[in-house]
């Protein structure tokens, strides 16, 4: 069955970095867009970035741009989140999907549990 599992979440101090990692199972990793959401405490839950399937085309929310960076290696089944200069508001439950084809902008239809991120002083 489809599977994504998040890790690389933590604590980290403002203007510090972490990588997320998410390791896919259960399907073929190159027919797919994937993409990063959070949701923090109270919020919706947002898109913050996303992937084709062949990495030629990204999306980036405002908010993020310049200083996340999304990447993915098929042979691996993995999608990778760069997040660099952390700020206090990027602290949330940040969770990897899997959309239902090729490009972004389109529906996602499997989710992982999820990584905690905070940051703070």
């Known amino acids: 069955q489809v599977r994504l599992v998040e890790s690389g979440g933590g604590l980290v101090q403002p203007g510090g970095s972490l990588r997320l990692s998410c390791a896919a199972s259960g399907f073929t990793l190159d027919y797919y867009a994937l993409g990063w959401f959070r949701q923090a405490p109270g919020k919706e839950r947002e898109e913050v970035t996303c992937?084709?399937?062949?990495?030629?085309?990204?999306y980036y929310v405002d908010s993020v741009k310049g200083r996340f960076t999304i990447s993915r290696d098929n042979a691996k089944n993995t999608v990778y989140l760069q997040m660099n200069s952390l700020k206090p508001e990027d602290t949330a439950v940040y969770y990897c999907?899997?959309?239902?084809?090729?490009?972004?902008?389109?529906?996602?239809?499997?989710w992982g549990q999820g990584t905690q991120v905070t940051v703070s002083s």
């Open positions: 999907a899997r959309s239902r084809f090729r490009n972004c902008g389109t529906q996602y239809n499997y």
């Open positions: 992937i084709s399937s062949s990495g030629s085309s990204t």
